[in-house]
């Protein structure tokens, strides 16, 4: 136990420092669209996030990716700033348009290079690079051809992982194939908040299986490229959902968004095999003969880790049709993201939000981890990306104070090592996100970073919790508040 200064002794909440494993690796987060601007240089065609940012009254206040953080410029000063905090390790994602416009052929060498440049000189300021393949920037033409919906696009995903792999497998030695493809599915096909702004829930559905179909095909392409020590994983956005009631009506909703939600990724990816359950609840909209013998192990492929996204804990009731698709948390829109589950109410649960309207609820985050814990017993965590957006501004003395966001990262830290202390196997937790960038339907209006990014001059501001982050992340220690301290 240690006293922090100032503390009074006397007090019975004494604050403890917890102290995290030596080999637990802390790092920030980013994907590329969000940050890296530069949308039509070098080669880089559009992705569907390029035309739907660029399509009216989709985005807030029409902002688009166009220039971003200007990242594909600034990256040599954002690794300083990393390498300044002393962080270990930096997920970003490459962007397929960038990497191989149109999505099909040959890659493009100056889309590689940008790459090759940041990873050197992660390496050089010993900062580990963790490249994720997709992050939602499909190529536009990709989705012209049919997109997730299609088989063709799991072909095309492994195609591109292997030419990922061959360029940069020999600097970067964790990948993850894709980022929360319930995002890609539901948001994307079903609900229409996130390109490519298709409300179709079969259309959903079979983007979901394709996306796994990919993420599957992608590993084995990543591993028949890769060094033998490499790490291959992908991150799912687990949602942790609550019954509001122990009654039967809405423990039954928890298990159908838990199907919809996790188990149709976790089910085919880590079991092999789709959740009967899911498969009977979707039986109105689909028979699910898009899945054609032989991709179930396909899909399930051995992971070095599994790579969690947590933000706000899910909770919902049974029995109230038509209000499901408004206060999910997932944006406005007159579609459900829920095929079959248009009578699913969901609630804002208890206690204070954030920007985003999301429930701040450290516990969902540990309770989380004891599930995947018990649930997959021999497979790693890492948590590749927690954080949240609040209303930060520059102050008079030219600073940005985000008590908040602190407090957020205090009470997840702190649970993720009560897990940890449980007897989960949590590898590292990367804080979403490094900087302030383009929150995709929110546009810029909403302030996720550790850095404040300047959007009319691109000039970056570490917050006080961009400072805090670092010292716990250099130390390897989380001291408890101190209560003297504003
Ligand atoms: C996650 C996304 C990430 C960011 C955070 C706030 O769902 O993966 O890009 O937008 O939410």
Redesign the pocket.
């Known amino acids: 136990m240690v006293i922090a200064a100032g503390h009074d002794l006397s007090s019975t909440e004494a604050p403890t420092a917890l102290t995290f494993p030596s080999s637990f690796t802390w790092g920030t987060a980013t994907?590329a669209y969000?940050i890296e601007g530069a949308a039509t240089l070098d080669g880089r065609t559009p992705s569907i996030w390029d035309t739907y940012a660029r399509t009216p009254g989709k985005v807030r206040n029409g902002d688009t990716g166009d220039i971003a953080t200007d990242h594909y410029h600034r990256w040599r000063e954002d690794v300083a700033i990393m390498a300044d905090l002393g962080v270990g390790a930096y997920r970003f994602s490459l962007s397929w348009p960038r990497v191989q416009p149109t999505g099909r052929g040959p890659s493009v060498q100056k889309g590689l290079d940008f790459y090759r440049r940041l990873t050197d000189e992660l390496l050089e300021k010993n900062i580990q690079p963790v490249a994720t393949l997709y992050?939602w920037d499909l190529p536009q033409d990709l989705e012209d051809a049919g997109g997730w919906p299609e088989r063709a696009t799991a072909d095309r995903f492994a195609a591109y992982a292997a030419l990922a792999a061959e360029a940069l497998g020999d600097r970067v030695r964790t990948w993850i194939t894709l980022?929360?493809p319930w995002?890609s599915a539901f948001l994307g096909y079903a609900s229409g908040v996130h390109a490519p702004g298709r409300t179709d829930p079969v259309a959903a559905l079979r983007a979901a299986h394709h996306l796994n179909l990919g993420h599957g095909k992608a590993v084995q392409a990543l591993r028949s490229n890769l060094p033998s020590y490499a790490q291959v994983s992908v991150t799912l956005?687990i949602h942790h959902v609550r019954p509001h009631s122990q009654e039967a009506e809405d423990v039954d909703a928890a298990r159908r968004i838990d199907a919809l939600a996790n188990r149709v990724f976790t089910g085919p990816m880590l079991q092999g095999e789709y959740p009967e359950d899911l498969l009977r609840d979707t039986s109105s909209l689909t028979d699910w003969s898009f899945v054609k013998d032989g991709d179930l192990p396909e899909i399930c492929q051995p992971l070095d880790f599994l790579g969690v996204?947590y933000?706000t804990p899910t909770l919902v009731s049974g029995g109230a049709a038509g209000s499901s698709h408004r206060s999910d948390g997932h944006g406005k829109s007159e579609h459900t993201p829920w095929p079959a589950a248009d009578d699913v109410t969901f609630h804002l649960p208890p206690g204070s939000t954030t920007a985003m309207g999301w429930a701040v609820d450290p516990t969902g985050l540990h309770d989380l981890l004891v599930r995947m814990g018990r649930d997959f017993p021999r497979l790693p965590l890492m948590i590749t990306?927690n954080?949240a957006?609040f209303d930060d501004y520059v102050d008079p003395a030219g600073e940005v104070n985000d008590p908040d966001r602190i407090a957020y990262l205090q009470g997840h830290l702190a649970a993720v090592h009560r897990a940890i202390e449980a007897g989960v196997d949590v590898r590292g937790y990367f804080l979403?996100?490094l900087l302030d960038n383009f929150?995709?339907g929110y546009g810029y209006s909403k302030r996720?970073g550790a850095v404040y990014v300047d959007y009319p001059t691109g000039n970056r501001i570490p917050k006080a919790s961009a400072r805090w982050y670092g010292q716990v992340a250099r130390s390897g220690v989380l001291s408890s508040p101190d209560p003297m301290s504003d």
Do not use: P
């Open positions: 994907a969000q992050h980022n929360e995002c956005n996204n933000y990306e954080g957006a979403w996100s929150e995709w996720f």
